[in-house]
């Protein structure tokens, strides 16, 4: 069919490389039960992604105890169950390690780094880990500061873009809502979602300035508790 329909060297190879890989089981078929396997297939396979982030840290950058303070605050009853969620999630971290890793642009409303989770000595650690991954190169976060007023993402919620380098799959775009997540394809609504990501870029600080306000967020808010003596 190659052969047939002809088209250029790298679209064969891909198609190719993806017979050989098509029996092949990803790491995440061991969590099918706690993780969404299309989720993780996307993360692991894309060559960027870009998130707008209005809740939470994302989960490529939590340390393991902000991790398992969420998924004990979510409706999960057995032990073995969260066990299972911190596992597949800290395992997600390790494509950030690769030799090849994709780059990771991440906006942070400022409300996320003030949303204090698990307390303030683990909210401290979280904030120091966002400083030191943010000195990677392949990993930017940005945030865009509660004295941004009116902004194209106001009441859009948060959003994940996976990007594939061609002549691989079209850009898809990741909605976490309540029932579960969506993943959007058509061209003109990834677009639209791309634009919204360009238009809060403009608006954010810069990569140095965010690591001063989370390093400031980090002393001033979370400082630890001390007894008057």
């Known amino acids: 069919m190659l052969d047939l ?3 250029d060297d790298a679209r064969r190879l891909a198609l190719l490389q993806l017979t050989r890989d098509v029996h092949k089981r990803g ?9 969404s396997g299309a989720f993780a297939e996307l993360e692991d396979m894309a060559g960027e992604i870009r998130s ?8 490529l950058l939590q340390t393991e105890e902000y991790a398992l303070a969420l998924i004990r605050a979510g ?3 057995s032990e073995e169950v969260i066990d299972e969620r911190l596992r597949a999630r800290m395992h997600r ?3 950030l390690q690769r030799q090849h890793p994709p780059h990771l642009s991440v906006l942070l409303d400022e409300a996320v780094l003030r949303r204090p989770v698990g307390g303030a000595e683990m909210m401290r650690r979280q904030l120091n880990a966002l400083v030191e991954l943010g ?12 004295t941004v007023g009116l902004h194209p993402a106001l009441g859009e919620g948060s959003f994940v873009i996976f990007a594939f380098p061609p002549p691989e799959d079209p850009h898809v775009v990741y909605l976490e809502t309540v029932a579960g997540g969506i993943y959007v394809e058509d061209v003109e609504q990834v677009t639209r ?5 360009d238009d809060i870029t403009d608006l954010a600080l810069t990569e140095e300035k965010s690591s001063a306000l989370i390093t400031a967020i980090g002393q001033e808010q979370y400082q630890p508790h001390v007894e008057p003596q």
């Open 27 to 35: 790491w995440w078929a061991a969590y099918d039960d706690v993780l």
């Open 93 to 95: 971290k390790t494509l």
């Open 193 to 197: 979602c791309n634009a919204i990501l």
């Open 135 to 146: 000195l990677k190169p392949n990993i930017s976060i940005r945030v865009l500061p509660k």
């Open 52 to 59: 707008w982030d209005t809740q939470l840290i994302p989960g």
């Open 5 to 7: 329909y002809g088209g």
């Open 75 to 77: 409706r999960q009853t």
